[in-house]
C-alpha cells in the first residue's frame, strides 16, 4: 500500500508498505501521481528482492491499484492508494 503524506518541513513525500517492510521515498514533482506512486512500489519490491515483471490494475473497490508479479505471483501483491489530488 502507498500513500502521500507530508513531512515535519511540509515536502511531500510517498510511503509504500507491505508486511516484509516500509519505503518513504521524496515526492517528485516532475512525474505525475500514478507514477510516484509506482516507482516507490517497485522500489520497495526491489529491495525485498522481489524480480519479475509487475503489472498494475485497479483494486476491486475502486480505491486504488494492486500490482501483481506475473511471473513470481508467490511473491505476493501490494497496494497502492491514489492520494487526494484525484489523479492516478
Not at 38 to 58: E, I, K, P, Q, Y
Amino acid at each position: 500500500m502507498t500513500r502521500y503524506q507530508t513531512d515535519a518541513n511540509g515536502s511531500g513525500q510517498v510511503v509504500a508498505k507491505c508486511a516484509a517492510r516500509r519505503r518513504v521515498d521524496a515526492w517528485d514533482h516532475g512525474a505525475g501521481v500514478y507514477q510516484n506512486h509506482a516507482d516507490t512500489a517497485f522500489r520497495l519490491a526491489s529491495s525485498l528482492g522481489w524480480t519479475g515483471r509487475w503489472v498494475a490494475g485497479g483494486s476491486p473497490d475502486g480505491s486504488g491499484y494492486v500490482f501483481v508479479n506475473v511471473e513470481r505471483p508467490q511473491e505476493g501483491a501490494f497496494f497502492v492508494v491514489p492520494d487526494s489530488y484525484g489523479e492516478g
